[in-house]
């Protein structure tokens, strides 16, 4: 397979010297060299992955949570490493012939403990759902009430949402952010600790654009002797960049997943201390430490045969986000979302919480005469591909909401800086101000919008 690094790109970035062939045309032709037998031997697959690599190179990827993984985290993914079967873990597998996939997944452990400080890894959950499933497991059998945000205030399904196992096996109490000011209140929060004195509490979220204080939380678990646990599956990309404070100090449970902001394979991992300290509380007849009912908990209690293709890419992507070019990148992802916001309040347009910390901002539509529906398909017909979401508050349904969620991380892969946010900010005024003439409206934007794609190619994809 032939192999493409970034010395060798097809487009120049510099549209001024950018004398070689259309983006297309250069999309086609690298898919062929990276994937000839796909090609050949399922056309109609393989026609189907250019399809969307063609649209993910020409419009602007503004959910959050996704982003653009690198050559060589694909090619990992990609390798023969599909092929084995390694149950158990390192130096401690039920097959034999892991000598190599020891090696592989001791790697991405180590890395992963030294990009966050933290006492034990556990790589191997299949994503972040069952990372979370995995934790919850090992931490409070079913029945015991855990502490979440629900999914309508930016928690996530794991947390103890109703159609989640972590609902249906779990009594759930929740907590949120204000609906006049789209911010956690942490004295709130201490309020309904004290009072429902969960056995863990879930400190993440999936559309909160401000810091998390886990010191805050943590003084809150301490007091009402309750696990604490962060998500961190949104975020794990600002805190490896030093862009957001790191819960690890502060918790006995971190998990996430690896790709989102991190740029990595689908995956989640789980990052813990090794000792309990609630052991005698909780656990007064195991001898097993934290770290060791994690690893059942993931192995074999939730999960067989890890996936190593998937491991080695870990690997790969935590040498990527251990680099000073990562932490540029991350400064760069706040400070886009950061233009982006200030543009769109100069517009007139209202955020949750009056602006954003982090990779994403929320817009509250909650006064307008459109829902959150209204604009995201919208602007998905022009080229901004989001997503509607609920807002502190919300009087819509979950399905309609007043909320449109979008994120800067994978614009930022792309090199985008804030002269491109002050265009998108005001390609999101007109699709707003044209709702109702959108179709005539959205493919001039469309357009513009290809254009400023073609000067931005996404690494992993084009370059
Ligand atoms: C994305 C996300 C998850 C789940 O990850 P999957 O890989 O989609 O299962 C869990 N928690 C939070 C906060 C997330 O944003």
Not at 188 to 203: F, G, L, S, Y
């Amino acid at each position: 397979m032939t192999m493409l690094r970034s010395s060798e790109s097809t487009i120049d970035r510099n549209p001024k010297t950018n004398t070689g062939e259309d983006a297309s045309t250069a999309l086609e032709r690298i898919c062929q060299q990276r994937h000839p037998h796909l090609q050949s031997q399922d056309p109609e697959l393989y026609s189907l992955i250019i399809a969307q690599a063609r649209h993910e190179t020409d419009t602007l990827k503004m959910i959050p949570s996704e982003n653009y993984a690198s050559f060589a985290v694909l090619e990992a993914t990609g390798s023969i490493l599909t092929n084995k079967y390694c149950e158990g873990y390192p130096a401690a597998r039920y097959y034999e012939g892991n000598e190599f996939m020891d090696q592989i997944e001791q790697l991405a452990i180590d890395r992963l403990k030294a990009l966050f400080g933290a006492e034990h890894a556990n790589v191997q959950p299949y994503s972040g759902s069952p990372a979370n499933q995995a934790v919850t497991r090992a931490l409070a059998p079913p029945g015991s009430k855990i502490m979440g945000m629900p999914v309508p205030a930016g928690g996530h399904l794991t947390h103890g949402w109703k159609v989640n196992f972590s609902g249906m096996d779990y009594q759930t109490v929740h907590y949120g952010p204000r609906p006049d000011t789209g911010l956690l209140d942490y004295d709130q929060i201490r309020d309904i600790a004290r009072r429902e004195r969960p056995r863990m509490i879930w400190v993440g979220a999936t559309a909160y654009p401000r810091t998390l204080d886990y010191a805050a939380f943590a003084e809150i678990a301490q007091e009402v002797e309750a696990y604490l646990v962060a998500d961190i599956a949104h975020i794990n990309g600002l805190i490896v960049g030093g862009v957001h404070p790191n819960p690890v100090p502060h918790c006995d449970v971190v998990s996430s997943t690896c790709h989102k902001m991190l740029r990595g394979p689908r995956a989640g991992f789980i990052l813990s201390r090794i000792e309990d300290r609630w052991q005698r509380k909780y656990f007064p007849d195991s001898n097993l430490n934290l770290a060791k009912r994690i690893d059942r908990a993931v192995f074999p209690g939730l999960q067989g045969g890890p996936h190593m293709h998937v491991i080695a890419a870990m690997a790969v992507a935590f040498k990527e986000a251990a680099t000073p070019a990562f932490r540029d990148y991350a400064r760069q992802v706040v400070a886009n979302a950061r233009r982006l916001a200030e543009k769109l309040l100069e517009k007139g347009y209202r955020l949750v919480s009056g602006g954003t910390d982090t990779h994403l901002l929320v817009m509250d539509f909650r006064d307008a005469p459109y829902s959150g529906k209204d604009v995201a398909q919208a602007l998905a017909k022009a080229g901004i591909i989001a997503n509607f979401n609920m807002v502190p508050g919300d009087p819509r349904k979950p399905f309609i909401t007043s909320g449109v969620r979008l994120g800067t991380p994978a614009l930022t892969t792309r090199g985008m800086k804030e002269p491109e946010m002050d265009r998108i900010a005001g390609w999101i005024d007109t699709v707003c101000r044209n709702l109702e003439q959108i179709e005539e409206v959205a493919p001039r934007v469309r357009a513009e919008i290809a254009e400023l794609c073609r000067q931005f190619p996404p690494p992993g994809i084009l370059i």
